[in-house]
């Protein structure tokens, strides 16, 4: 069973900014794609971005291009989503995914098999 745990939440002003880790157990770390998703509260779970088993491509929403940056450290078997330019609507549980099979894609949930248990992640105005 994959275990995924996230770090790093927490409150910040708006134009702050965050860096959220994840580093699943399990496999080695560069067989899977990993990704970030979030959930405001209301809404549902959508796409933050996510990145290939080896860092070559990465994906991100468009509400998010430009600020937020993820990047891997395969060495140190670690995701990480740096979250500049903070807003108030970037305020959700912040989940890290992970794919182990090499076929699918990379924006949504139906493409990611295991799961972190969130987040917080929370801008003040």
């Known amino acids: 069973q994959v275990q995924l745990v996230e770090s790093g939440g927490g409150l910040v002003q708006a134009g702050g900014s965050l860096r959220l880790s994840c580093a699943p157990s399990?496999?080695?770390?560069?067989?899977?794609?990993m990704g970030w998703f979030r959930q405001a509260p209301g809404k549902e779970r959508e796409f933050v971005t996510s990145?290939?088993?080896?860092?070559?491509?990465?994906y991100y929403a468009d509400s998010v291009k430009g600020r937020f940056t993820i990047s891997r450290d395969n060495a140190k078997n670690t995701v990480y989503l740096q979250m500049n330019s903070l807003k108030p609507e970037d305020t959700a549980v912040y989940y890290c995914?992970?794919?182990?099979?090499?076929?699918?894609?990379?924006?949504?949930?139906?493409?990611?098999?295991?799961w972190g248990q969130g987040t917080q992640v929370t801008v003040s105005s």
């Open positions: 990145i290939s088993r080896f860092g070559g491509s990465t």
């Open positions: 995914a992970a794919r182990g099979r090499s076929l699918g894609g990379f924006r949504l949930e139906k493409d990611f098999d295991y």
């Open positions: 399990g496999r080695t770390f560069s067989s899977y794609t």
